[in-house]
């Protein structure tokens, strides 16, 4: 198994701080998602951001359709995000 070195949420500062602070705003607890990229506060940023652009905005796709897009993508990917 592999093993990805993680911020502790007592450890975490800054942005990365605030970044636990809302997802555990959003959901009662910091998803393992979150942790794994918390080394690098600016890049996870810059991919919560992405993924509301893509997942979260009004385009060509309904929301149910980005989500089903996305669980065939995470199941054919071996994913259980």
Do not use: H, W
Not at 26 to 43: C, E, G, Q, T
């Amino acid at each position: 198994m592999a093993f990805i070195d993680q911020v502790a949420e007592e450890d975490a500062q800054g942005t990365l701080a605030r970044i636990y602070e809302s997802a555990r705003g959003r959901a009662d607890r910091v998803a393992n998602i979150i942790r794994l990229m918390s080394l690098d506060p600016a890049s996870l940023e810059a991919s919560m951001q992405f993924y509301l652009k893509l997942m979260k905005t009004n385009n060509a796709l309904s929301a149910a359709r980005k989500e089903m897009l996305a669980t065939v993508v995470s199941c054919a990917n071996d994913c259980f995000y």
